[in-house]
């Protein structure tokens, strides 16, 4: 069975400091693995995808994931957090039979 | 080319009523999924259509709750009797086989 967990529900950064959202997986199989962005009052969208390609992945708005398969994590960075980054951030795992999402990290970003 | 859509976007029922919630997936998707997101909450899975298989409904949370779809087309959320715990926004989802899932705008119940 596939699971996901989503360390800290909630994350605060500064405005230009690092953001570090962490994730980690378990699957049975080798895994597609999601982010997804919910802005306030709106649907979910996609940030980035891996599907067993390049390792480091690359999505909107200069958020990049690694997948790391020694430590089955796929964290999500961004160098640089804008005040426009403030949302609600899902990860997500594939078998390819379900995806099941993690219980989502809000981001909060200060000024 | 056309995304999910959902519909209604709002509505407001007088508790003990029931809803049909309606999910157009974009054309040809396979998969199509139904959440359900609480206040400030995560993703709450629902069921989950794939194909012609019989569908997932391990995360119905009552025998209130109900879906169909039709082929791999429209899909329909019912919910009988509706209690004031089920105000959320139900969101739905489409997906070729289970690669990455498009979201519709969601619809927002609210149960008076």
């Known amino acids: 069975a596939q699971s996901v967990t989503q360390l800290g529900s909630h994350v605060s950064v500064s405005e230009g400091a690092l953001v570090l959202l962490r994730c980690n997986y378990s699957?049975?199989?080798?895994?597609?693995l999601f982010w997804y962005v919910q802005y306030p009052n709106q649907g979910l969208q996609l940030l980035l995808k891996?599907?067993?390609?390049?390792?480091l992945v690359k999505g909107i708005n200069g958020f990049e994931a690694e997948f790391k398969k020694s430590e089955t994590s796929f964290h999500l960075t961004k160098p640089s957090a804008h005040m426009s980054d403030a949302a609600e951030y899902f990860c997500?795992?594939?078998?390819?039979?379900?995806?099941?999402f993690g219980k989502g990290t809000r981001l909060h970003i200060l000024p | 080319g056309a995304g999910v859509s959902q519909s209604p976007s709002n509505k407001v029922t007088e508790k003990g009523k029931d809803v049909e919630l309606r999910c157009d997936p974009i054309?040809?998707?396979?998969?199509l999924y139904w959440y359900r997101q609480r206040l400030g909450q995560g993703l709450e899975f629902l069921i989950y259509?794939?194909?012609?298989?019989?569908?997932?409904k391990s995360g119905l949370p009552s025998d209130r709750f109900s879906a169909e779809r039709t082929g791999e087309s429209v899909s329909t959320l019912t919910i009988q009797r509706t209690q004031q715990e089920d105000s959320a926004v139900y969101l739905c989802?489409?997906?070729?086989?289970?690669?990455?899932?498009?979201f519709g705008p969601g619809t927002r119940l609210t149960v008076t």
């Open positions: 054309s040809g998707h396979t998969a």
């Open positions: 259509f794939q194909g012609n298989s019989a569908p997932d």
């Open positions: 699957s049975s199989v080798p895994p597609y």
């Open positions: 891996y599907t067993s390609a390049a390792t």
């Open positions: 997500a795992v594939s078998d390819r039979d379900k995806i099941i």
């Open positions: 989802a489409s997906s070729l086989y289970t690669y990455e899932q498009y």
